[in-house]
């Protein structure tokens, strides 16, 4: 079965560029979506279709995705983006989550 | 804006059947454009699929809960609903239902969640 491999935590200073990554066999080849999760919160979407974000998120969140790897970058990070960070694809009509990746803003 | 909201019981025996309603709001679940679905999260762990609904008689199920899962459609009330059969503790978490953008798509919005915990 296909597997998404994400890292558990990503640190990043106040103010700076965070990167999470989404590992996985030729990847680039799916539509990757990303999700925030807060504590004691359901999931919401930050990106869809690899690159493109829903109404009222901000532009600070972004998303690429190629080769074996999808990636979701935010910029001028903000205590209030400290989250869960998920991504999710479709293989053989099934759905896929990666683990998570804990983001930190210090 | 659509919303949805869980509702069931949040305790449930080992080798019972959960069940849960999600009431949706501001949508029609009769709706060919979306797809109505289950998501669960263990408590500190990551999410994990359970299934869908389209066409209010069209279902997906993840492979690994495909033998004890039903989702189901009540038009008249706009709600979806999920069966699990034959409950064990490792059922126990948190239950979301979400609105899935056609068929390989994204989920949103998402309901908030409802804790069931299976024990005696």
């Known amino acids: 079965s296909y597997e998404l491999t994400q890292p558990l935590s990503v640190s990043v200073a106040l103010g700076q560029t965070a990167r999470i990554t989404c590992g996985g066999n030729?990847?680039?080849?799916?539509?990757v979506h990303w999700y925030q999760q807060k504590p004691g919160q359901a999931p919401v979407l930050v990106i869809f279709?690899?690159?493109n974000r829903p109404s009222g998120i901000p532009d600070r969140f972004s998303g690429s995705n190629s080769g074996n790897t999808a990636t979701l970058t935010i910029s001028r990070a903000q205590v209030g983006d400290e989250a869960d960070y998920y991504c999710?694809?479709?293989?053989?009509?099934?759905?896929?989550f990666g683990g998570g990746t804990k983001l930190t803003v210090l | 804006q659509v919303q949805l909201q869980e509702s069931g019981p949040g305790l449930v025996k080992p080798s019972e059947t959960l069940s849960l309603t999600c009431t949706v709001s501001g949508g029609s679940v009769s709706s060919g454009s979306y797809y109505w679905t289950w998501i669960r999260q263990p408590p500190g762990k990551g999410l994990e699929w359970i299934g869908y609904?389209?066409?209010?008689?069209?279902?997906n199920y993840n492979p690994s809960l495909k033998s004890r899962v039903t989702i189901s459609v009540d038009s008249s009330k706009n709600q979806f609903s999920l069966k699990l059969s034959s409950v064990t503790a490792a059922d126990t978490a948190v239950y979301y239902c979400?609105?899935?953008?056609?068929?390989?798509?994204?989920?949103?919005?998402w309901g908030q969640g409802t804790l069931v915990t299976v024990s005696s």
């Open positions: 999710q694809v479709w293989d053989s009509s099934n759905v896929v």
């Open positions: 279709r690899d690159t």
């Open positions: 030729n990847i680039g080849s799916k539509n």
């Open positions: 609904i389209y066409y209010s008689v069209n279902t």
């Open positions: 979400a609105r899935q953008m056609g068929p390989l798509n994204w989920f949103d919005p």
